[in-house]
Structure formats: C-alpha cells, structure tokens
C-alpha cells in the first residue's frame, strides 16, 4: 500500500535514521500526530504549557531564540519535561547558509542546538551544502532534519521548481533527511517515504494579520496526505483552557489519520 495508507508503525521499517524511527514509533505508542508550536517569550510561560499539553503531542517545537531568560538550565527543565511526558524536541531553527557556518550554529554558540534537539530543519535555497554541514553534527548524534519545501504564509517562493528541487535533495540524504515542512505529502511511491509535518493549521480562524494562513487537521491529514500538524497559537492562545485545546486537535488530528487509512 501506499505509505499515506500505512500506519506510522507500519512505515517506521521504511527509515535507517534514528529520530524517524524513533518518532514513528512515539505516535504509535502515544496515537497522536499533533506537534505544539511553543512560541512564547518566558522560561516560565514555556514550561508551564509544556507540562500541561505534554501528554497530547509527539512532537514540542520550539524558537529557542525568542526566549527572554533563556539559559542553561532551561535545556534541563525541557529534558525533565522531555522524560515525563515522553515526547520529541524539534528545534525549528531554519538553517539558510553555507555547509560551514550552519555547522557551527547547530553545534556551537549558547544554544548548542544539536545538544538537546531531535530534529531541526533547514532551507534547500543554499544546496546540498548546507545539509552535508549539519548532516557531520547531527547524524552522529542520532538527529534527523526536515527540508522546508513549502511554506504557509501567503506569497511563499517555494513553490513549482523550488519545491521539486527540495525532494530530490532530500532523496540525496536519505540517512539524515527524514521529511519536509510542507502542505501535503510531496512524494507519492510506495518504495520511498519522508514525514511531512504541517505547519499553518488552526480550527478557529483562517489567517493572522501578517500573512499566516490556516488549514485545518482534517484538510491537512486527510486530504493532503501529511503526517503531522503543526499548531500553535490555536492551542496556547485559546480563551479555553490549554489542555482542552491541545485535546481537541490531538483528537481532530488522529480521526483524520483513521479516516484516511480506511478510506
Ligand atoms: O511555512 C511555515 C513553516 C513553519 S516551521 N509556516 C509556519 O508557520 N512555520 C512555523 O509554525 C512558525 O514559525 C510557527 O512557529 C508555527 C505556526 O504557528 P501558529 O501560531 O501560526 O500556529
């Protein structure tokens, strides 16, 4: 069957690297395909949402650079968090530069981001370079990345050509590549697999004022064949409580998933 029919376990033999592996395996366990986009600006804010909506995602996405307070010991409380609740770290970082330099800002600086990130993700738009680069820190280290080949915001440049240039990158790194940032599943052959994550997705409104715009799990999982949905604002800044939130796209996500593989 083709891989959008497969279930996450079923597709886990379909990767070598260990954070594909070991993600598939997460949702399986945990039934859940839902990442929370975590971008608030306080230690404490982070934490305290991280605990609540912990239990509900596979995957926690963070801007560690929006932080205020950031410091060490803020990576300990994340790994605490990381082991109660049993969920992965992806550090959206958006690598864009040469192999040489984007080496350095994933290993080095205050951040040291291949420290304590399971996965992080890159533009294509320097070429195979700047994957070789973090590929010499992060596959030792057991991470994988995702290629953005698509983005949400209104007027995005990847597209057409762009985008097609993103997958055969990725097909040239499979050991360390492992899936796109996009809206929809880009390859479609039963003999290759990448996850794709969703960001853009929200069930309350279409768009913010600064070109973001929003689709809901159901179009995304469902009809556009991605893996996991990307939300954050639709969770964190809710009137309703965080948990009630977090529960409802956890949910709105997964019944997605059931549907498609039974259609
Ligand atoms: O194309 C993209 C790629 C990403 S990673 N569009 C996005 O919105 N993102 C990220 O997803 C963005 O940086 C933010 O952290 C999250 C969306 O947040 P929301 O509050 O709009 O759900």
């Known amino acids: 069957a083709f891989n959008s029919k497969k279930t996450y376990g079923e597709r886990i033999e379909n990767f070598t690297n260990i954070a594909a592996r070991e993600l598939l395996t997460l949702m399986e366990r945990k039934k859940t395909n839902l990442s929370l986009a975590l971008d608030v600006n306080t230690k404490r804010e982070f934490l305290e949402i991280a605990d609540k909506v912990g239990p509900y995602i596979c995957l926690l996405k963070t801007h560690i650079d929006i932080l205020v307070d950031f410091d060490q010991d803020f990576i300990e409380q994340l790994k605490k968090l990381q082991n109660k609740h049993d ?4 550090e959206d970082r958006k ?3 040469i ?4 080496k350095h800002q994933y290993s080095k600086g205050i951040y040291k981001i291949a420290e304590w990130a399971n996965i992080t993700n890159a533009h294509p738009l320097p070429g195979d370079g700047i994957v070789s680069g973090l590929k010499e820190v992060g596959l030792p280290l057991g991470r994988g990345l995702l290629l953005l080949a ?12 762009y985008t097609e240039a993103a997958v055969e990158m990725a097909r040239r790194h499979r050991d360390f590549v492992i899936g796109f940032i996009a809206g929809r599943k880009l390859v479609s052959n039963e003999n290759e697999d990448f996850i794709v994550m ?3 997705v929200g069930l309350d ?6 070109g973001q715009q929003y689709r809901t799990p159901r179009n995304v999982i469902l009809e556009s064949n991605s893996d996991i949905i990307i939300v954050g604002r639709g969770i964190y800044e809710s009137d309703k409580d965080v948990i009630e939130e977090a529960l409802r796209y956890k949910n ?3 019944n997605a998933y059931l549907e498609r593989l039974m259609n």
Do not use: R
């Open 87 to 90: 969920f992965m770290i992806f």
């Open 95 to 97: 690598f864009a530069d």
């Open 99 to 102: 192999g040489n330099t984007v």
């Open 150 to 161: 698509e983005m949400s915001s209104k007027g995005s440049l990847a597209t057409g050509a």
């Open 198 to 200: 969703s960001p853009g």
């Open 205 to 210: 409104s279409s768009k913010d004022g600064l």
């Open 252 to 254: 709105a996500g997964w």
